[in-house]
């Protein structure tokens, strides 16, 4: 089962993220959380410390390894490098385990399948294919922010594409925008996933602008990750009853494709 999780910038996606992998890991199954947006912050929402967040350098950093793998130096035009680079150990050298999920940092993959021929976004991309493809772990990738990693290297071969919107035009029209644009490169199951939410209004307004079909469940306006920083703990540990019965509902629906009732 592979997953990424895109949306507009600030919707709340690495949260998200990082606390569907504690629920597959929860369950007993081998995760590989991927942060693949520029930002990584999927290390926090998972529960690692500010200090060991900021000490992962991502693989798009990692020069020596990149030379290692492709033949060339990254940052540098003009040169020839290996198109398939080996790529099979690197999860196995390069992910932090914390509670069952391993965490592996890409960095930023820029415009996805349609970007730059450097050998840093070469390796990048070969790495999540290896993932996607060849892999047996439930896989959740924390994407950039927007569209413009849509490319068919990076996203075609996800089961589903959740999409995390939050009460906004903007986001709404972000998500319809991802939702175009993979359609035709071929991903065939989208899932919303409304954040954010303050009162039922809010809630009844993102189920009139999305098919009932593709909504996977509706997050409660709360401030734990402030608290979660503030506390130094995993966001999973802090969640009240009333947000453990909502990432519940979003978890269960990736299995069953199941329509969502109100959650107030």
């Not at 060849?134 to 950039?144: G, S």
């Not at 409660?220 to 969640?239: A, G, T």
Request: glycine share 10%.
């Amino acid at each position: 089962m592979k997953y990424a999780v895109t949306g507009k910038g600030g919707v709340g996606k690495s949260t998200i993220a990082g606390i569907i992998s504690h629920y597959f890991a929860g369950d007993g199954y081998k995760v590989i959380a991927i942060d693949a947006d520029p930002d990584t912050n999927l290390g926090f929402s998972i529960g690692l410390t500010s200090g060991q967040a900021e000490s992962i350098i991502p693989i798009s950093e990692q020069r020596r390894l990149i030379k290692e793998r492709t033949g060339a130096n990254p940052k540098e035009f003009g040169q020839l490098f290996k198109l398939n680079p080996e790529v099979k150990d690197i999860p196995g050298k390069f992910c932090i385990d914390f509670r069952g999920i391993k965490l592996l940092v890409l960095g930023s993959v820029r415009k996805g399948g349609g970007g730059c021929a450097c050998p840093e976004n070469v390796l990048l991309r070969s790495l999540l294919s290896e993932i996607i493809l060849n892999r047996d772990e439930a896989v959740i990738i924390d994407m950039e922010a927007g569209i413009e990693h849509l490319g068919r290297a990076t996203a075609s071969n996800v089961d589903q594409m959740i999409i995390i919107v939050e009460p906004g035009s903007q986001s709404i029209n972000t998500a319809r925008k991802i939702m175009k644009y993979g359609n035709e490169i071929g991903i065939k199951k989208f899932g919303i996933v409304g954040n954010k939410i303050q009162n039922k209004d809010q809630e009844i307004w993102i189920r009139n602008k999305f098919d009932e079909n593709d909504l996977l469940g509706f997050i409660s306006y709360h401030n734990i990750i402030r608290d979660s920083d503030i506390q130094q703990k995993p966001l999973v540990d802090l969640l009240n009853e009333n947000l453990k019965k909502e990432f519940l509902t979003i978890y269960k629906s990736l299995f069953h494709g199941s329509q969502v009732s109100g959650h107030m």
